[in-house]
Nanobody, 124 residues
Framework: QVQLVESGGGLVQAGGSLRLSCAASGRTFSTYVMGWFRQAPGKEREFVAA???????FYSDSVKGRFTISRDNAKNTVYLQMNSLKPEDTAVYYC??????????????????WGQGTQVTVSS
């Protein structure tokens, strides 16, 4: 069983920055694909970013160039640095772990474990 705990959410003005963290339990964190998803009120959960075992990173078009995903395997932690935030980035952000990479990283269906979520609110 893998437990994921997100932190770092909050309220920020448009154009500002936030850094989300997700701490994971488990001895094989370095082998997991780690993803960030978000869900705004009344909308479906959507892919934000993912990082593979050897740190190859992928982003949704809506955040590419503004967000950066990274991982520190020594600390069992994945980060999401969010810059140039926009009001449309407002959502609950979830961290997720995929223990067996299938070649798909942008579907919530492939992830095995989820954190509880952290709220990000961007004011205009």
């Amino acid at each position: 069983q893998v437990q994921l705990v997100e932190s770092g959410g909050g309220l920020v003005q448009a154009g500002g920055s936030l850094r989300l963290s997700c701490a994971a339990s488990g001895r094989t964190f370095s082998t997991y694909v780690m993803g960030w998803f978000r869900q705004a009120p009344g909308k479906e959960r959507e892919f934000v970013a993912a990082i593979l075992r050897f740190s190859a990173a992928f982003y949704s078009d809506s955040v590419k160039g503004r967000f950066t995903i990274s991982r520190d395997n020594a600390k069992n932690t994945v980060y999401l640095q969010m810059n140039s935030l926009k009001p449309e980035d407002t959502a609950v952000y979830y961290c997720a772990a995929d223990q067996n990479y299938s070649g798909i990283y942008d579907s919530s269906l492939v992830y095995d474990y989820w954190g509880q979520g952290t709220q990000v609110t961007v004011s205009s």
